[in-house]
């Protein structure tokens, strides 16, 4: 989002980025001038963020913890960071209007998309990373605040460590899977950019807008695609659900151990198992005007090449 930022023509000095390690995202291309130190997950750590709210006429929060073996890991961030974030905001940018990258998770499962743009009060998350965000929207919605919310489904492309694991696992000798392929939405990262670009333009003030991609898949297509974009035949191996819950206690101990969470947990296991996460995105095009533009397959085949 920076860099399209800085594409149009934004001047650094007018872009604040909230990083917890200024020269680690100075190394991928963020101005170090637009950079404020600060921590969504830690007590103290917006201690900066007074002084980088001065002036400021739009926050976009895209911070969020996405792993965690207990509901502590989520929470710390997905919650109580954005309570501290909307607090801060509400009393230094008190005009600013507030836009809450969400997750299709906050809203809970659906096969079809009804439901996706659901009030946070009525939502239904199966996870204790959905109810986390969920929680997050709360304190937006609740703030004085001019808010938008948007919730995308699963995001995609290069550079991104679960598009990586995604591949990997697609071009495994065997791909282990549910037996019960789940309807699925799926979006290119840059097709999120351009919906919250163009949030940033229309402010659209108490919507809740679910983010959906050209192309609708399921959880096994979506591996055979993968495969088909890196030259290969996806082997889709069907395992019984409860086999991939023993899997899910193992790799839960094991991430205690090290105390670095996994991707694949028995967090992760819940949206698994659901029906499907199926986002409409009839809201969008409504409020902002935006659709998506990458078709799945030219955007797993642009992620395939810039792997290589």
């Given at each position: 989002m920076?860099?399209?930022?800085?594409?149009?023509?934004?001047?650094?000095?007018?872009?604040?980025?909230?990083?917890?390690?200024?020269?680690?995202?100075?190394?991928?291309g963020l101005p170090p001038s637009s950079l404020v130190r600060g921590d969504l997950g830690v007590a103290g750590g917006l201690v900066d963020l007074p002084t980088a709210l001065r002036d400021v006429s739009v926050v976009v929060h895209l911070a969020g913890s996405l792993k965690g073996y207990r509901r502590a890991h989520f929470d710390a961030v997905n919650v109580g960071g954005t309570q501290e974030l909307v607090a801060a905001v509400a009393a230094h940018a008190p005009r600013a209007h507030f836009i809450c990258v969400s997750?299709?998770?906050?809203?809970?499962?659906?096969?079809?998309?009804?439901?996706?743009?659901?009030?946070?009060?009525?939502?239904?998350p199966v996870s204790w990373y959905g109810d986390s965000k969920r929680q997050g929207e709360l304190a937006v919605v609740r703030s004085p605040l001019a808010w938008t919310i948007v919730r995308p489904p699963v995001i995609y492309g290069p550079a991104d460590a679960a598009t990586r694991l995604l591949?990997?696992?697609?071009?495994?000798?065997?791909?282990?899977?549910?037996?019960?392929?789940?309807?699925?939405?799926?979006?290119?990262?840059?097709?999120?950019?351009?919906?919250?670009?163009?949030?940033?333009?229309?402010?659209?003030t108490g919507a809740?807008?679910?983010?959906?991609?050209?192309?609708?898949?399921?959880?096994?297509?979506?591996?055979?695609?993968?495969?088909?974009?890196?030259?290969?035949?996806?082997?889709?191996?069907?395992?019984?659900?409860?086999?991939?819950?023993?899997?899910?206690?193992?790799?839960?101990a094991f991430a205690a151990l090290r105390r670095q969470a996994g991707f694949f947990s028995r967090d992760k296991l819940r949206e698994i198992?659901?029906?499907?996460?199926?986002?409409?995105?009839?809201?969008?095009a409504a409020a902002l005007g935006a659709r998506?533009?990458?078709?799945?397959?030219?955007?797993?085949?642009?992620?395939?090449v810039a792997a290589r």
């Open positions: 920076v860099r399209r930022l800085l594409a149009a023509g934004a001047p650094p000095a007018r872009i604040r980025c909230l990083v917890r390690d200024p020269v680690r995202a100075a190394s991928f997750s299709l998770a906050a809203a809970g499962p659906s096969v079809d998309g009804r439901g996706s743009a659901v009030h946070p009060d009525a939502a239904k591949f990997a696992q697609a071009n495994a000798p065997l791909v282990v899977v549910p037996r019960r392929a789940a309807p699925l939405s799926i979006v290119h990262v840059d097709d999120v950019v351009d919906a919250l670009l163009a949030a940033v333009v229309v402010r659209p809740i807008l679910p983010l959906d991609g050209p192309d609708r898949t399921d959880t096994h297509a979506l591996l055979r695609a993968i495969a088909v974009a890196c030259g290969r035949r996806a082997r889709l191996l069907p395992v019984p659900l409860l086999l991939a819950r023993v899997a899910a206690h193992a790799s839960d198992g659901a029906c499907g996460w199926v986002a409409d995105g009839g809201p969008v998506p533009r990458i078709a799945l397959a030219d955007g797993l085949a642009a992620v395939a």
